[in-house]
C-alpha cells in the first residue's frame, strides 16, 4: 500500500485502491499511475503577441511540436488576412492537425496525433530511408539530366518536414510522459534524449537531400569524371547514413567508429571533385560545388547521428 499527498492523487486522477508501478530511475523512486488519466494540453496564441504572420505560423508549429493537442489563436477583434493564411499553411504541414472551429476572431485547432500508434525507432528508420531515396534519385537525375526526377526528388524532400515535426512531436510528448515512453518503445530517458538529438539530426540530413534535388534540377546532364567521382562521394554518404542508423539502433560500436573513419574519404572525393570543377563555366561549377558541399554536410550529420550511437553506448 502507498499513501500519497491529497494533491497529488487529484491531480492524477486517482483513486482509492488503484494499483500505482514502482521504478528505480537513478536516484530515484517513480509512481507511475497504470491506468494514466487522458489529460488534454491546451494553449492560447495571442495575434496581439505575434503581429508577423511567420511568428504565428512558427508558434503554431512549436506547441504542435511540444506536444499540446489544442491550440487557440485569438484575436482582439478581426483577424487578419494574412494572420488567417499563416494559420492555414501551419496546418497542412502538420500531420494529423485539423480546423475544428473557424471565425472571425479566432481559430481552433485541434491534434488527432495518437503517439500510441508510433515506435520512435521505426520512425527514424522510415525517415532515413526516404532522406536516402532522395539523395539517391536527385544523383541519378543528374547522371541521366532527368529534371522532372530531380523535381520529384526535391517535392519528396521538402514533404519529410512534416514527418520530422511528428517525429519531435512524439518525442516530446515521452518527454513529458513515461507511460507515452512505453507506448513508443523507448526503454529510458536517456535513450529518449539520444533520440530526441537524432531526431534533429536527420532533419538536417533531409534538408540537405533536398537542397541537392533542388540544384540538379538547375542544371543538365553532368558526365565524365566530375560525375563518376559525385555518385561515389554520393554512394559513400548514403552507406554511411544506413551504418550510422544500424549502429544507434543495434548498439554496434565498431560499426559507428567505422562511419566516423568513413568521412575521410568523403572529404578525399569532395576536393577531387572541386578541383575538376575549376574547369567547368563559372555558373555550372558553382551549382555543382552546391551540390557536392550539401552531399558532404549529409555526410556529416551521418557522423553526428554516429556519435549519437556512440554516446547511447557508453550512457548504460
Do not use: W
Not at 110 to 137: G, H, I, M, Y
Not at 181 to 206: C, Q, W
Amino acid at each position: 500500500m502507498v499513501t500519497l499527498p491529497k494533491q497529488f492523487v487529484k491531480s492524477l486522477g486517482l483513486e482509492k485502491k488503484h494499483v500505482v508501478r514502482v521504478e528505480l530511475e537513478d536516484d530515484r523512486i517513480v509512481l507511475t499511475p497504470t491506468t494514466p488519466r487522458q489529460s488534454i494540453l491546451s494553449k492560447t496564441i495571442k495575434i496581439t503577441d505575434f503581429k508577423d504572420p511567420k511568428l504565428l505560423g512558427l508558434a503554431i508549429v512549436n506547441f504542435y511540436i511540444m506536444g499540446h493537442d489544442v491550440a487557440q489563436v485569438v484575436a482582439n477583434g478581426k483577424m487578419s488576412l494574412a494572420h488567417k493564411r499563416s494559420v492555414r499553411e501551419s496546418v497542412e504541414n502538420l500531420v494529423g492537425v485539423e480546423i475544428v472551429e473557424d471565425y472571425a476572431d479566432r481559430v481552433v485547432l485541434q491534434s488527432l496525433v495518437d503517439p500510441s500508434k508510433f515506435e520512435v525507432d521505426q520512425l527514424l528508420e522510415r525517415f532515413t530511408q526516404l532522406s536516402r531515396a532522395v539523395l539517391r534519385d536527385a544523383v541519378n537525375a543528374l547522371q541521366v539530366g532527368d529534371k522532372t526526377l530531380a523535381h520529384d526528388a526535391y517535392e519528396r524532400g521538402a514533404e519529410l518536414i512534416r514527418l520530422y515535426r511528428l517525429m519531435m512531436r512524439v518525442c516530446f510528448q515521452a518527454l513529458r510522459s513515461s507511460a507515452v515512453r512505453e507506448m513508443v518503445k523507448v526503454k529510458d530517458a536517456p535513450s529518449l534524449a539520444v533520440r530526441i538529438i537524432a531526431v534533429r539530426e536527420l532533419g538536417r540530413v533531409a534538408y540537405y537531400c533536398m537542397k541537392i534535388a533542388e540544384r540538379v534540377e538547375e542544371l543538365e546532364r553532368c558526365e565524365g569524371e566530375i560525375a563518376a567521382v559525385v555518385r561515389e562521394m554520393a554512394e559513400k554518404t548514403d552507406r554511411m547514413l544506413d551504418d550510422s542508423l544500424k549502429a544507434l539502433l543495434r548498439h554496434d560500436l565498431l560499426l559507428a567508429s567505422s562511419v566516423i573513419d568513413g568521412m575521410d574519404n568523403v572529404r578525399t572525393l569532395y576536393s577531387r571533385v572541386f578541383k575538376l570543377l575549376l574547369k567547368k563555366p563559372e555558373k555550372e561549377a558553382h551549382t555543382l560545388g552546391l551540390v557536392i558541399r550539401a552531399i558532404r554536410a549529409v555526410a556529416g550529420y551521418g557522423v553526428a547521428l554516429a556519435d549519437d550511437a556512440i554516446l547511447e553506448i557508453f550512457s548504460k
